[in-house]
Nanobody, 115 residues
């Protein structure tokens, strides 16, 4: 059974940083590209970032480019999202999933950016 468990969210002031983690189990993590998406209060799902299976290529939404960095550890079966210079508009529930497979999405972790 595919299981993805996000963690690392919390309350942070504008300009601060957080690192999200996504622990994967139940599938061959190292063989799959992975995706971060987010959902802000009252809004639809927004794609944030992708990373290839080996981690050599990454892509980002314009709204986070230059501030967020996606990475992965295929030994630890864990996906990461380093978020720097956070803004109030980054407030959302953040989810990880296998790229192109919304059914694999985890339960999410809440990120709140507020002073």
């Amino acid at each position: 059974e595919v299981q993805l468990v996000e963690s690392g969210g919390g309350l942070v002031q504008p300009g601060g940083s957080l690192r999200l983690s996504c622990a994967a189990s139940g599938f061959g993590f190292s063989r799959y590209a992975m995706t971060w998406v987010r959902q802000a209060p009252g809004k639809g799902l927004e794609w944030v970032s992708d990373i290839t299976s080996g981690g050599s290529s990454t892509t980002y939404a314009d709204s986070v480019k230059g501030r967020f960095t996606v990475s992965r550890d295929n030994v630890k079966n864990t996906l990461y999202l380093q978020m720097n210079r956070l803004k109030p508009e980054d407030t959302a529930v953040y989810y990880c999933q296998k790229t192109g497979d919304s059914d694999s999405r985890g339960q999410g972790t809440q990120v709140t950016v507020s002073s």
